[in-house]
Structures are given as C-alpha cells and as structure tokens.
C-alpha cells in the first residue's frame, strides 16, 4: 500500500502563481486506474473514446474489448503480476491491450516499437514478460531472440483491422498518401496470434480479482544519460496521481468534452499518462496517430478539432507553419503543454499566434509518472522556465555532490521531487534504486537548476552531461544555445572528449542549415564573443543530421559516439 501521507510543506512559494481554481494539493486515490476505466466506461458509455483515421469507438465498446482481450490473455495463463510486453504504436489496439494487463492485476512494460532487436532484447531479458502484445512490423524484432530469453506468445497486431471501411479512411488524404500510410501499417506475422484471436474467446468473469491502488501497474524503460535503460516501476497509485495532477492543473476541462490528438507515443511516459490515464480519467475522445503528420493532424481538425495538444517545440512549430499555409484553423486548442526539450520564445509566439491559446512549458520524467513542474495556464508562466511543481509535489535544489545540503536560493544545484507520482524503484535494481532515491524518499533528478524567489524553475543542464575541463564545469546547453545564434548552424550537441591527461576537451557536433558550409575558426569566434574561453569548443565537427529521440530531442550520446571517429 502507498504511503498516502500529504507531505509536509514548510514553504510553496510557487502557489500564489497557479491558475485561479489549481489547488495546492490533489485528495489522493484509493482505488486502482482499472476503477477509473471501468467508471468512465459505465459513465460514458455510447459517447467516443477513440478515434483512429476517421472511425470512432465508443466507451462501452472500449470496455467490451477490454473484457475480451483480458479473457484471452488469461487464457494464456498471464497471472496477476505477470509482466506483457506491448511493442505498439499509437493505435485502439493500443489503448485495449493496455487495460486488459492491467485489469488482471499483470504488468504493462512499454517498448518503442522501431526499436532495434538487440535494444529489445535487453529490456526482454530484464522484465521475463511470457507474452508480448506487438505491432506486425516489429513481429521479427521479437522472433530474432534467443530461446532462452522465454516469450512464449507473441500476439501479432495489425493496424489495417483498426481502420474504418470505405470512404471514410480518406480524411480528404491524396490518393497516394492513403496507400502509403495503408502499406506502412500492414504486413505479415507468421507464427503468431493474430489480435482478433485473442478477442474470439468471450469475456472475462466480472468477479476476476482487481488489482489494488498500491500494486504495480507499468514498468518503462528508461536510460537517462548513461548506461543501459532501466525499467521505472510505477504503480496504479504513481500514474493515477499524476492524472489527477494534470487534471488539477488544466483547470477548466470538461469531462466528456475534451478532444486530445495523441500524437505523442503512448510507449513514452508523457503520452501515456497524458492519454490513457489522464485522457480517460476525463471521458474524452483520443484522437490517434501512429505517427505525426501534419496533413493528418489537419485533416483530423476539420473533423474533430483538438482541445488537448501536447506535443514537443518541432511538433507545434510545423502544425502551426501547416495550419497557416493550408487556412485550417487551431483555435480550438486550449490546453498545450510542451515538454522534453526546451520551449524557444519564436515557437511560443508562432504557436499562439495562430492557436490563440497559451502554450506552456512542463518537466517531468518516467521516474515521475512523468509530470512534476509545469508553468500556469494564466499570464503568470514565464516563458523560458519550466515552471513550478505541480499540486501535491515539493522540489529541493541540491548540492550535486551531497543531496543532503541545499544549495542558496538561486544558485544552481540538482533538482530533487517528492510527490505521489514519483516511482517506487527500478525493476530488479536496486542498486540503481538507491542511487535516484534518496533514503527519505526524494528523487534525485540528475537535472541542473535555478530557481527564483516565486519557485519558477530553469533548467541549467543534466548533471551526467557536464563537461569537466580544467577544474571548471562547462554546461552542454550553454554552449549549444551559444552555436544556434549562429546563421549556419541549425542544431547543435555539445559533450566532453576525455584527454589522456585527464579531464575533457570541449567539442561539438553541428547540423549546418541549408547551403551552409562547415568554418571551425568563424564558429569558434562567434562563441569566444558569447562564452568564457574555457567554455569554447576546441573542436566543432558537422554531421548531416544529429540523432534524436522519438519525440525529437537530440541524443547527446549517439553524436558522442558519432563524431568522436571525426575528431
């Protein structure tokens, strides 16, 4: 059972600038997200609560696939505890899949569904899930593992049955954008279950044991900075909070109302909490997209327009580019919250000029189911900051070296959470457990910050990411942001080269924009006039384009790995 206990707040500065009706502290739950989606499902019953290229389902039917696809994967012998892997896209199957594990008391573990075999297969190897719930296309990813890694069914789901029949499926795309988007969601799976099997068993017995609002619900993957991805436990009790902290915080939306584009990936933290918990907490209507494309997010707003659009700064500065270009209107828009990567002032500007709405910033991370800080839907946000934490969580800003000892108000430390939405632990870790948690419960983020006197937070830079040169700390992302005010450069990451001397030498990898050519000296004299010396990179290498995440966010260890062999 969770400790439910309100924590003590000596100090909550930041309060006085929440939205007028966000509370400072959420009632917490008592009962499990299967309670909540079950509620929801009675509730709303013949109103929609997905949408997927044009065909809708409505609650009731969500709950009847939900019963089937619990029967059939209790068929299977998945066991209250059990771990099922999901290897999925955005899709219904999605959203099915996810409650039928849990409505048997098993494990959701969330996996990115382009992900390579081998990077699947440490996380199989970790969590020993029996079954696995996985998209046609990644069905081989799945089948390339030893036999000793233990999947005993593979449940193969294409995403062609999901769609609707007929003209509908059109959403006014191009011929040929329709057939390219039917060819890159369909392909075979042989030696599996399909989906609709899974389904033909009938239903699962209403008096089949619930889980409680303390047991495990989700393990997601997650490798910061460094090292191999570690699986974050979060509970019914972590990710239902955190719902009800989003809930708080975009005060104002209606149940059975909102519309929310979820153009996110449900495998990632921010999706899933923001979708399938939050979204169905709220009985609305999910929107979903496999993958973002702006011809289909703008077909979508002239049928079902957004009222909930989450995304990251790249995502809403090409819808709103799109949306201006093609006259289709975002003003429906009154809940986006940015996150992942830092929010620039343009984007912000372009967004709400054509949205009207106020575009925020948030911060989170799996290890908090995800969201802790987020800046006000009010004209108290501060662009530029990541805001202030959210009902029921308090924050600290350590000393890096000693979490024990906060550092003085506006000097930079680590940012430490404690809260209902902060995770129980790493699955089978402890070692790395006792490395995030400290001993009185707060998570230590690994994330550089100042905060002002009103608790507005910055993000300074990661704690691993810092590059150690001549005794002094150079933040990455001071450096970056120094080489993007450069004309030739569109992006740009920043690490430390180590030197056998000891210590690193400052380099960087840039993605020059169009037409540019790659002058190290010119780069390096436009940081000498923005950065101390020290801080200047020795070495400035071009790469064509610099890796990201999912959800767009530069990967500082694979340009690491990159462009060191260039150096």
């Known amino acids: 059972m969770p400790n439910t206990d309100k924590p003590t707040r000596p100090q909550q500065p930041w309060v006085k600038n929440y939205q007028p009706g966000v509370p400072a502290e959420i009632e917490l739950p008592t009962e499990s997200l299967v309670a909540m989606f079950e509620r929801s499902v009675a509730e709303a019953g013949s109103r929609p609560a997905l949408e997927f290229f044009g065909r809708q389902t409505s609650y009731r039917e969500l709950g009847e696939q939900v019963n089937r696809a619990a029967e059939g994967l209790r068929k299977l012998a998945v066991r209250a505890g059990d771990r099922v892997a999901l290897v999925l896209p955005n899709c219904p199957q999605h959203v099915v899949a996810f409650y039928a594990v849990l409505r048997l008391g098993a494990v959701v573990v969330e996996h990115n569904p382009l992900y390579t ?23 081989a990813a799945i089948r390339d593992f030893p036999a000793d890694v233990g999947v005993d069914h593979v449940i193969s789901v294409n995403l062609l049955a999901a769609f609707p029949a007929g003209k509908r499926l059109a959403l006014s795309l191009p011929v040929r954008k329709l057939r390219a988007t039917r060819a890159a969601l369909t392909g075979p799976a042989p030696g599996t279950m399909p989906w609709k099997e899974l389904l033909a068993g009938g239903n699962l017995d209403t008096a089949h044991p619930r889980p409680a ?36 915080w975009m005060h104002g939306a209606q149940l059975g109302k909102e519309v929310l584009y979820a153009i996110l990936p449900m495998f990632h933290a921010f999706g899933m909490t923001l979708y399938l918990t939050f979204g169905i907490r709220k009985q609305g209507l999910l929107v979903l997209f496999p993958k973002f494309d702006t011809s289909l997010v703008l077909a979508a707003m002239k049928k079902s327009p957004a009222t909930v659009y989450c995304a990251v700064p790249p995502i809403y500065e090409r819808t709103a580019m799109a949306a201006k270009e093609m006259g289709v209107s975002l003003r429906s828009c009154k809940f986006c919250i940015s996150g992942a990567m830092n929010l620039p002032d343009h984007v912000v500007e372009l967004w709400e000029s054509v949205a009207g709405g106020l575009l925020v910033e948030g911060y989170g991370m799996t290890e908090s189911s995800p969201v802790a800080l987020g800046n006000p839907f009010h004209p108290t946000r501060r662009n530029g900051t990541i805001g202030v934490p959210f009902p029921s969580t308090l924050m600290r800003v350590a000393d890096v070296d000693d979490p024990a000892v906060d550092v003085a108000q506006g000097q930079p430390g680590e940012l430490l959470l404690k809260g209902p939405q902060v995770f129980t632990g790493y699955w089978n870790n402890p070692e790395e457990s ?5 001993a009185d419960g707060w998570l230590r983020t690994g994330d550089i910050v100042t905060v002002d006197p009103d608790g507005f937070t910055t993000i300074v830079d990661r704690a691993k990411e810092l590059v150690i040169t001549g005794g002094f700390n150079v933040s990455p992302t001071e450096v970056e942001n120094a080489l993007c005010q450069h004309p030739a450069v569109a992006d740009a990451a920043v690490f430390g080269k180590p030197l056998e001397r000891g210590g690193e030498m400052v380099v960087a990898a840039v993605q020059l924009a169009p037409g540019a050519e790659l002058d190290e000296s010119a780069l390096r004299a436009h940081c000498r006039e923005r950065l101390a010396g020290y801080k200047v990179p020795a070495r400035i290498v071009q790469l064509p384009d610099l890796p990201r995440s999912m959800l767009g966010k530069i990967l500082r260890k694979q340009a690491r790995e990159q462009a060191l062999p260039l150096l």
């Open 213 to 248: 609002v303390g047991d495990l619900a989700v393990i997601g993957y997650t490798s910061g900075t460094t090292g191999r991805p570690k699986g974050a436990m979060l509970s019914h009790f972590n990710l239902y909070s955190n719902a009800l902290q989003g809930e708080a």
């Open 434 to 438: 006792a490395k995030a948690l400290t």
């Open 117 to 139: 075999s081998g990077e699947l297969r440490h996380q199989f190897e970790d969590h020993r899930a029996r079954v696995a719930i996985v998209w046609d296309k990644a069905v």
